[in-house]
T-cell receptor, first 116, second 114 residues
């Protein structure tokens, strides 16, 4: 159990376009989902925490108008990178918890975004 | 600032040896501790979770926690080349208003030499 999927796994887009990434918990209901970003040779950086039916909580320095997060159900959260630019190119990874955010997080396989 | 510290490595061990990975954390009230393995270009995979002082064993992996010293470690016995990866220590820290988030160390790169 505790499988998290992400789609797409890889996306290449032109500068100025928007990209939507989906994160799904396949075999459990995720009370909380998290979105991370990882640049090459760096550790994971938390972007935002998302609870079903409420607004996401963004980390300091993350533009909420640029990175739109929607947590429509207990099994689905989406991250939309609006007006993407080359500096947004990164590895985006979601995770989900089964209980409180105190518990272990299960990660999706990640989405590699390349903005040309 | 709440931090999780790890040696970046690389840590090289011969096949069959014990690999020892260490982590310290700054938030004294942290209660949940995790080790994740991350292969290059892939997302993290949970290996171990530990919540109380002492040792927790799962197969070839043993996690050790010492809350008084704010120290957590991971031992990998009979290391295999397939264990070569970056190991991330993660600690749950209070992010305010009763919610918690994982704070990751920068990871230790392990290389197991055949």
């Amino acid at each position: 159990g505790a499988v998290v999927s992400q789609h797409p796994s890889r996306v290449i887009c032109k500068s100025g376009t928007s990209v939507k990434i989906e994160c799904r918990s396949l075999d459990f209901q995720a009370t909380t989902m998290f979105w991370y970003r990882q640049f090459p040779k760096q550790s994971l950086m938390l972007m935002a925490t998302s609870n079903e039916g409420s607004k996401a909580t963004y980390e300091q320095g993350v533009e909420k108008d640029k990175f739109l997060i929607n947590h429509a159900s207990l099994t689905l959260s989406t991250l939309t990178v609006t007006s993407a630019h080359p500096e947004d190119s990164s590895f985006y990874i979601c995770s989900a918890t089964r209980g409180s955010s105190y518990n272990e997080q299960f990660f999706g396989p990640g989405t590699r975004l390349t903005v040309l | 600032q709440k931090e999780v510290e790890q040696n970046s490595g690389p840590l090289s061990v011969p096949e069959g040896a014990i690999a020892s990975l260490n982590c310290t954390y700054s938030d004294r009230v942290s209660q949940s501790f995790f080790w994740y393995r991350q292969y290059s270009g892939k997302s993290p995979e949970l290996i171990m979770s530990i919540y109380s002082n002492g040792d927790k064993e799962d197969g070839r992996f043993t996690a050790q926690l010492n809350k008084a010293s704010q120290y957590v470690s991971l031992l990998i016995r009979d290391s295999q080349p397939s264990d070569s990866a970056t190991y991330l220590c993660a600690v749950t820290m209070d992010s305010g208003a009763g919610s918690y988030q994982l704070t990751f160390g920068k990871g230790t790169k392990l290389s197991v030499i055949p």
